[in-house]
């Protein structure tokens, strides 16, 4: 941890700033110590570099387990594609030159694939998750000077209100037990004047009917090493069996969708073993979480309209985004 993250840290329970106590240091930055309150009241442990302000143990496990597996799967460094880049920039509609040297928070981090598209445009970025992915991005970037890494829940954010120039949180929201709660978190965060991004898996008759649907009531149940080992066997000939029946004139298109695999085939730039990876990458990640709460456009917007933001877009980039711009002096209904 970098001494100079202090100065935006916050007790998620009281709000009060925090000191450092016991601090252990590797080439200047703090490997261990203790994140104290200034009362004395609370504590929370800085551990392998990173604050700690949750439990090991917590309803986001899975995605603990699932980036710490694929920890370089989808950096844009290691696939040699610009696929996250391409989702990064199409999502929020911002630009490279808006986002250089600006704090910009990355609300549910994984291992970091978006966190590398910002760090390299220069952005000062703060990766938060609540699962031990976190030591994957830190892992994996932490060669970036502008990287700080802190494991925290959104519903308890340990920041001082409006910190961030730009704040996004892709894919993530919809995993969490109270959606709405949980976007409510990040608007007071958010600097006048600056760029909220979030997107979802968008709520519809298509989406109910999809197979991951009909087999998350067994497997979000199951044990996350036996998920995987099972899913490790079988992704194989699922996606051979997906692409056998994408090949079907006419029908083929919708047909493949009844295989409940991530079919990337046409779709993105990857070699064969990439698609594999991808694919178990992906199929664990629609299985395997506790929560998976699509969203609707006119929820989306709403949210949005009740935390004062102007310049609100619904798109749709590869999820259902949703973005817009606090102004100065926002009122906010939540």
Known sequence: MQVELVDILRCPATGQRLVLDGAQYIDGRVRSGFLVTERRDHRYPIENFIPRFVSRSNY???????WNTFRKTQLDSHSGHLISSSRFWKATGWRPEEIAGQWLLDAGCGAGRFAEVALNSGA??????????VDACYASLKHHPNLYVVQGDIYALPFARETFAFIYSLGVLQHTPDVA??????????????????????????SNLLPKYWLRPLTRRMAKPELFALLKRLVPAMLTMSQALGSIPLAGRLLKRL??????????PLNEGQH???????????????????QTVATAR????????????????????????????AVSSF
């Not at 000062?124 to 992915?133: I, N, P, T």
């Not at 600097?191 to 979030?198: F, I, P, R, Y």
């Not at 102007?310 to 985004?321: F, K, S, T």
Request: glycine share 8%; aromatic share 12%; hydrophobic share 45%.
């Open 60 to 66: 986001a496990e899975n995605f603990g387990m699932q």
């Open 124 to 133: 000062k970025v703060l990766a938060l998750d609540y699962s031990s992915a």
């Open 181 to 206: 709660r949980a976007f409510a978190s990040l608007p007071p965060m958010v600097a006048e004047g600056g760029g909220l991004c979030v997107d979802y898996y968008e709520k519809s008759l298509k």
């Open 259 to 268: 295989v409940p695999v991530a079919n990337y085939h046409g779709i993105l």
């Open 276 to 294: 594999r990876e991808w694919a178990l990458l992906d199929t664990f990640d629609w299985l395997s979480p506790r929560y998976d709460q699509p």
């Open 302 to 329: 709403l949210w949005f309209e009740q935390a004062g933001f102007q310049d609100i877009e619904l798109l749709r980039a590869g999820h259902l985004v949703a973005r817009g711009r606090k102004p100065a002096n």
